[in-house]
């Protein structure tokens, strides 16, 4: 082995990551890119066949085992298993929008709920997980290798009121369980995507995020594999600092000088469609 000046090892192979909403998205990038670093793949999706191609094109290149799947809907207490990442997100429309209560009560069941039950469930097995590594130049005694706990958080405000305060208490949920559970051996942060085209949201929501790509500092909406790459680089043990933290993959758009809220009722009114 080539000797390196850091005792950091931030490899993450052999690892084990359970992937929710892995059929597709986000989900389905993540899982493809944790594969790459050779960690082993639980994904996790409430619809059978996607889980099913993934895992096929996981094992496709990477062989059996490397990927499992199996069906899961996060508002189903009895269907949670230990989870160490939540990649699914859904979008409800407006206050005014007809049946709106009931979107929202299911946008708050998938985002909110769904989250905390998954970090209540997974607790128990990755405090069990964290590991001591050893590093004598820095410290005389060990310290911890934290297990992971990555949720999906949002970069700023949608227009959306319903997945905007959804996405507000996925921050108070992370930032509570990284207090809660850090001195346990886990490390909760969040990841903040930008404005990104999944399959769920291509056709609904693209012409809004070319506009908001126009006054971003990258100039540019951000790719799926954009948010895996952020996500992976927080489960490398050389981040085992960070807790509590919301990493902004976003291009920018969150700072203050660039922030834009669209008036939708308006942009729809003229045949654009929008969230």
Same mark, same amino acid.
């Given at each position: ?14 690892? +084990? ?30 619809? #059978? ?86 590093? /004598?130049? #820095? ?43 850090? /001195? ?22 693209? /012409? ?44 920018? +758009? ?22």
């Amino acid at each position: 082995m080539t000797r390196k000046l850091s005792t950091i090892d931030n490899s993450i192979a052999g690892k +084990v990551a359970v992937v929710t909403g892995a059929g597709s998205g986000l989900g389905r990038a993540t899982a493809h890119l944790l594969s790459d670093y050779d960690v082993k793949v639980a994904a996790l999706d409430t619809n #059978l066949d996607s889980i099913r191609t993934v895992v096929g094109e996981i094992t496709a290149v990477y062989g059996e085992g490397a990927a499992h799947g199996w069906k899961c809907d996060v508002r189903s207490m009895v269907e949670i298993q230990e989870i160490v990442q939540q990649c699914l997100g859904f979008e409800a429309n407006q206050w005014t929008s007809p049946n709106s209560e009931k979107r929202i009560q299911f946008l708050m069941d998938v985002n909110v709920t769904g989250t905390a039950r998954m970090i209540s469930a997974s607790t128990p097995h990755l405090a069990k997980a964290a590991t001591e590594v050893d590093r /004598p130049r #820095l410290t005389k005694t060990p310290w911890v290798n934290p297990s992971r706990i990555i949720n999906v958080d949002s970069a700023g405000p949608s227009g959306s009121t319903a997945y905007d305060i959804s996405k507000r208490a996925v921050m108070g949920i992370t930032r509570s369980a990284c207090i809660r559970l850090g /001195p346990m051996g886990i490390a909760v942060n969040a990841v903040c995507p930008g404005p990104i085209l999944t399959p769920l949201t291509k056709a609904y929501t693209s /012409p809004f995020i070319n506009e908001i790509a126009k006054i971003k500092p990258n100039r540019r909406a951000e790719l799926l594999e954009d948010e895996a790459q952020g996500i992976v680089i927080m489960c490398m043990p050389g981040m085992s600092a960070m807790h509590g933290h919301f990493t902004m993959v976003d291009g920018g +758009v969150n700072l203050k000088k660039y922030g834009h809220t669209y008036d939708f009722d308006a942009l729809e009114a003229t045949g654009v469609k929008g969230k």
